[in-house]
């Protein structure tokens, strides 16, 4: 299986602040990682996919990106709506790993 | 705008089968990959399978040949089926579905149903 180690596990930022988050894929996946947020109580929600593009109705304030086989998400400008938990997800190969999630909490 | 809803028994005791189902609404179904996905506190989101538009699965081999994924395409619906199952398979679990293909991700999902199982 292909292992995603996502970091960091949480972190406490500001409204306005820059948030990177990074999933590390113990194997070569080809941009095939997509990032989701999840609220409490809620199903996830898919932001970003093929590593770097916008899901549709997704603010732009959210990206992507791919530095070899290390994959980031990038929040420019913390809103109070983003204060969530965010994971990753490989679907190069089954079965289709999610990491182990980054808590974004209010600073 | 495409919606999930799902139904199925969500209080199991050790052995039984887990019987979920997944109804689509307001949008294609025969066109698209479809998931089953769970949540554990201990386990994080854990991908369960997923079935193609032709009807070829794909299960994760950590549920140990225990798990099926059918479709009904007349009925617009998913289901998933999960025997022998033990109090590690309490979770949430949803349906989701593929966005255009496998590799891009789930971009509509179900609301989910909390399954527990103890005797």
Redesign the interface.
């Known amino acids: 299986d292909i292992q995603l180690t996502q970091s960091p596990s949480s972190l406490s930022a500001s409204v306005g602040d820059r948030v990177e988050i990074t999933c590390r894929a113990s194997q070569f996946i080809s941009s095939h990682l997509n990032w989701y947020q999840q609220k409490p109580g809620r199903a996830p929600k898919l932001l970003i996919y093929a590593a770097s593009t916008l899901q549709s109705g997704v603010p732009s304030r959210f990206s992507g990106y791919r530095s070899g086989t290390d994959y980031s998400l990038i929040i420019s400008g913390l809103q109070a709506e983003d204060f969530a938990t965010y994971f990753c997800q490989q679907t190069s190969s089954a079965p289709r790993t999610f990491g182990q999630g980054t808590k974004v909490e209010i600073k | 705008q495409v919606q999930l809803q799902q139904w199925g028994t969500g209080l199991l005791k050790p052995s039984e089968t887990l019987s979920l189902t997944c109804g689509v609404s307001g949008g294609s179904f025969s066109a698209f990959y479809w998931?089953w996905i769970r949540q554990s506190p201990g386990k994080?989101?854990?991908?369960m399978g997923?079935i193609s538009p032709s009807g070829i699965t794909?299960?994760?081999?950590?549920l140990e040949n225990r798990v099926a994924i059918s479709v009904d395409t007349s009925k617009k619906q998913l289901s998933l089926n999960l025997t022998s199952v033990t109090a590690a398979d309490t979770a949430l679990y949803?349906c989701?579905r593929n966005?255009n293909s496998?590799?891009?991700?789930?971009?509509v999902?179900?609301?989910?149903t909390t399954v527990t199982v103890s005797s």
């Open positions: 998931s994080g989101l854990e991908w997923e794909n299960y994760n081999p950590s949803y989701a966005k496998f590799y891009y991700g789930m971009d999902w179900g609301q989910g």
